[in-house]
């Protein structure tokens, strides 16, 4: 009797569709404790960086590490709070504005391979998915600085959709010109395509796009030195102004598993995803040159360091400037490259697999 | 089945979706209501096979065109008494309008026409099949001049909206951001020698 209900449980558990879901279970929980370890991070960065130490009460074990669970204490205050709903506020919209800002940061991850054979969604136009949902993140700012009914929150809204428009746009052309050079939109095929060594990623032949891609990426995140939306010195707290307890800390969340996505894409797109740096240089079985999560892992903790090392040494862009560099200085960039790869590929330069035969 | 279901529902939001559009007085709900729609028709367009448009559809309307209606709708203020004023005036022409596109579209789509035993169901695509691949093949193969016109085209849009609101106006302060960076400090700062104390 229990064998064969153990034998069914088993069945079950081998389902396509319980896979699927277990996988997304576990892709997305992962997602939020290293959002919950990203913020400890971000702090103890800063920290550093200012002469100080930074979060060092919660949670030391045995005197190591103190302030690891800092975030998880922080989680716990915001979920006992109370969360505020202005009056006259639009009440279903100002509930739903967090969903809508949280879903497609965690929804995006169906595509991103994380290892050779670990993907969700192994779907064939899987950067057009990541670009669309991206696109989408913007809903959950606007419709929060609306809902909220006060000007600070409105004006955080208005300046959001401004800015993530125009670099949206930087973003897109910039994956033209990897889509490209990988002639695939697959993402496993494009970080396939970059295999043999550092020398062949893609940041390498497309080294202004990439730069123009991780500026594009600060600014889609909303954070420093592009956070207008926020904007705490001059609009208070911009489109969360009005936002408290976990209503509050689901737009936190919403930003730093965005910031996650964007790592993990930019390593994906420029830096070889979940291929070894050093591959090709050391013996193909030596274990530092297999392809894996590692690599992947390393690749995205380096990129959040540069966005906390920028946060911690820029000051706020001012508006009319974020949209010159957006419109003026960005975008030609992507369009002269775009150019230039075309050439290169013509002339057979660089190692562009969509124009071998 | 389960796609049809799948079909089922998302035509039902659709459109529910379309008719509040329409029937919202909010402005900004009617917008909304819009992203809602064309969300809809993007899933119902993955179901047979046409990813390429569906996610080109999220990405363009939803995440651009719309965010910039929202923009302007949620600046906008709108006096609903002064919308309210000319609406039985002019409800003959809406109705006549209404009336007309009925008729012609009830002439194009008609049973005869479209009805279930005059197409054949579409065959479903091997597992293989690449949307984005053979829109690419086609559009850059046998369209390839109707491509580049229609690029041409909007390239003269671009450049003829600039050539419309730009002017110059007398007197305008401008940034040059070029000079701004080019500045050296030998430009701005002078170094003045003196004296700590007045000497009597």
Redesign the interface.
Known sequence: MLHEMLQLFLDILALPIVQTTLWILVVTISVILAVAFSVLFERKIIGWMQLRKGPNRVGSIFGFWPGVFQAFADVVKLLIKEVVVPARANKV?FALAPIIALVPALATWAVVPLSPDLVIAD???GL??V???T??G??GV??AG?AANSKYA?LG??RS??Q??AY??AM?FALVGVLMASGS?NLGEIVKGQAGGPLSWNVVWLFPLAIVYIISGVAETNRAPFDVAEGESEIVAGFHVEYSGIAFALFFLAEYANMLLISALTAVFFFGGWLSPFDGYLPADSWLAQPGFLWLGIKMSANMFLYFWLRATFPRYRYD?IM?LGWKVLIPVTLVWIAVEGVMAHLGVGPWRAWSP | MFVMILFYVFSAVLIAAALAVITTRNP?YSA?CL?LTFFTSAAIWLLIDA??LA??L??VY???VM??F??VV??LDIEVEALRSGFTRYAWLGWLTALVVILELAGVVAARRFGADTAASPVPMPADY????ELGTVLYTDYVYAFELAAVLLLVAIVAAIALTMRKRPGLKVQD?ARQVAVRREDRVRLVKMDAEKHP
């Open positions: 919209l779907i064939d136009a057009l998915y670009l669309s949902l696109s989408m913007v809903y606007i419709i609306w409105f809204a208005m959709a401004a993530i428009v949206e746009i897109g939109l400037q010159r | 900004v909304l992203v990813e390429f996610l080109v999220v990405l939803v995440g651009a965010v910039l929202l923009f949620m600046m690449s949307n984005t691949h951001i």
